[in-house]
Nanobody, 126 residues
């Protein structure tokens, strides 16, 4: 069974940028709904952004709108999250999943039976 793999995290100063990538070994994410989630220590996992399978619509949490951009790399079969102008509140472990969970949308793409990944740590600090 293929597993999601998140990468690209690291330590970044406030106002800086990071680019996260979500992939699945031996499996293309093209055409599947993918959501990015953030989990801070001691907090519940929360949706940050997602891209739908049906029409490639993108969705964002209010606190990242205008700063984060979700996109697909159809050549690599991955989904990226470009994080610009990051803030300390963006700190957490970022996961990708085959679902959307935001105020404006809740959708689970059950077609892809993928195992969850370990996440990638993002730390925003000066």
């Amino acid at each position: 069974q293929a597993q999601l793999v998140e990468s690209g995290g690291g330590l970044v100063q406030p106002g800086g940028s990071l680019r996260l990538s979500c992939a699945a070994s031996g499996f293309t994410l093209n055409g599947y709904t993918i959501g990015w989630f953030r989990q801070a220590p001691g907090e519940a996992r929360e949706g940050v952004s997602c891209i739908r399978d049906s029409d490639e619509s993108t969705y964002y949490a209010d606190d990242v709108k205008g700063r984060f951009t979700i996109s697909r790399d159809n050549v690599k079969g991955t989904v990226n999250l470009q994080m610009n102008n990051v803030k300390p509140a963006d700190t957490g472990t970022y996961f990708c999943e085959t679902r959307c969970k935001l105020e404006s949308i809740y959708y689970i793409d059950s077609r892809a039976q993928l195992l969850g990944g370990q996440g990638t740590q993002v730390t925003v600090s000066s």
